[in-house]
């Protein structure tokens, strides 16, 4: 097995093999949903800064699974990001309550860009009510994580995967050459709908692990209700069309958008999450982790003779339970300095200061906000490097979780999704589930063609050329490790 010289490996358990036994998983859900008036979303040509209310809840949603004395958890957050310290902070409480390392514990946040935010940038009411929210979501997730341990029970475990259109490769150019964020037809993209499946003893459903590339921007800067964009109409639909409960994993969507998006409409998200919901509920339905053999059991004379069949389990599912983290020095991109971004972004906070305090126009306002909002992404990825830069490099830890016959392997940042490609061709495992948006957060990983092309995913990466094929490499040696 080949090792990077910049692989730091360790490997926190020991993979375990049975035979005829099964592995146990259990799931729970916890209602984070906050109070109307919470300042929300953050999108520079918002006009508003507060919610009206909820189109749906928000939740966390945890999936526990045990075999033997390996045990993992994967906790699906409906949140923008969580920041490398409460990423550690939140997984530092579930691990304590729980028992569950630190290191087996996947927290994953869907990257909803209409649900509140705890920051101030150029929002100033409803701050308050946001701070009140984030205080409650450790709890929240470290209870999910505890009840979905104490209703374990024997379970199985399968995978399939299918596909749906709703996204796109978001990365399309001007005449001049300039890109903006939209629809790019000719871009790469995936379709894949990677869904994980877990039943009882008695074949009933438990959970649903979801995975699908594509940035929840469907609702934008018109839209003044909280949601968890699409994928809190997908988990409805499959848990109605299921059964047991739906987990989404945020796939490698850096360069995927929706094909309908950047709107107020809220129809639209509801039906994009359900289409997805319907491909995802038709893969799940097909899932069977035992391969059977027919038996006619009898031919039973009826007005015409009916043959009578059973379908017999000829094997046991897989319960191989495994995690492996592998970290990586990836190098770092020269950035703003936080003096010279927070230069830029008070001046700017100070024009909308006073445009707000005139008679301006909206669209007047829309122009300050933007201004202000883009220097908040530069200073926000200032001291994004300064915290995590050292020696011109920044450290990442890939997560590879073996579950039965799927491998889920994460990286903390927003990937694009030819890391993806790469890391399912390079993978020694058809059924190799990759995600980024977990355990923490760094921004964007863009591939070294994307920066000589350049646009908005490059301008605030904290990332160098180079990058891409590392964390590659980390990928599939994360995967190996647990195979």
Not at 86 to 113: C, M, V, W
Not at 139 to 155: G, H, I, L, N
Not at 224 to 248: A, I, K, N, Y
Not at 263 to 286: F, H, P, Q
Request: some cysteine.
């Amino acid at each position: 097995m080949y090792t990077h010289p910049a692989f730091s490996r360790w490997k926190i358990i020991s993979e375990i093999h049975g035979v005829c036994s099964l592995l146990n998983a259990g799931v729970a859900r916890v209602d984070i949903s906050p109070k109307i008036g919470v300042a929300h979303a953050g999108w520079g040509a918002q006009t508003h800064q507060v919610s009206l209310g909820n189109d749906m809840p928000l939740h966390v949603t945890a999936l526990v699974v045990t075999k033997d004395d390996v045990e993992l958890a994967i906790v699906d957050v409906d949140i923008g990001i969580f920041t490398n310290q409460q990423d550690k902070d939140i997984r530092e409480l579930i691990s304590k309550e729980s028992g569950i390392p630190f290191g087996n514990i996947r927290l994953a946040y869907t990257h909803t860009h209409s649900g509140p935010i705890t920051f101030g940038q150029w929002i100033k009411d409803g701050i308050g009510l946001a701070n009140e929210w984030w205080n409650t979501i450790p709890a929240a997730c470290m209870k999910a994580v505890v009840e979905a341990k104490s209703t374990a029970q024997p379970a199985r475990t399968g995978f399939g995967r299918g596909s749906c259109d709703v996204n796109i490769n978001r990365r399309p150019a001007r005449d001049n050459g300039e890109l903006f964020t939209g629809r790019n037809w000719d871009g790469a993209v995936d379709h894949s709908v990677d869904v994980v499946s877990f039943d009882d003893d008695d074949d009933n459903p438990i959970a649903t692990i979801v995975n699908y590339a594509m940035h929840p921007t469907i609702m934008a800067h018109e839209n003044q209700w909280v949601t968890p964009d699409f994928p809190g109409p997908m988990r409805s639909v499959v848990e109605h069309t299921v059964g047991g409960l739906c987990l989404f994993l945020q796939g490698a969507s850096g360069n995927q958008g929706p094909v309908d998006g950047f709107t107020g409409d809220l129809r639209v998200y509801r039906k994009a999450g359900s289409k997805l919901g319907a491909e995802a509920s038709r893969v799940r339905l097909n899932i069977d982790p035992r391969e059977r053999e027919e038996h006619l059991d009898q031919i039973l004379a009826s007005g015409t003779d009916l043959g009578i069949y059973s379908d017999v389990p000829t094997n046991e599912a897989d319960d191989t339970v495994a995690v492996s983290n592998i970290t990586v020095d990836l190098p770092a991109r020269d950035v703003l300095s936080i003096e010279e971004a927070m230069a830029m972004f008070e001046s700017g906070e100070n024009e909308l200061e006073k445009i707000r305090a005139s008679d301006a126009s909206e669209e007047e306002v829309r122009r300050a906000v933007s201004k202000v909002m883009r220097a908040n992404i530069q200073l926000s990825v200032a001291r994004l490097s300064e915290i995590n830069s050292k020696d011109d490099h920044i450290e990442i830890t890939v997560q590879s979780m073996r579950i039965g016959e799927t491998i889920l392997v994460s990286i903390p940042v927003e990937p694009f999704v030819e890391l993806a490609q790469a890391v399912k061709e390079r993978s020694g495992s058809a059924n190799t589930v990759f995600s980024g948006f977990s355990n923490g957060h760094a921004n964007y990983l863009a591939t070294d063609i994307a920066f000589e092309e350049g646009g908005y995913e490059v301008s605030v990466s904290v990332f160098a050329p180079g990058s891409a094929e590392l964390a590659i490499g980390a990928s599939v040696e994360a995967v190996n490790e647990v195979l």
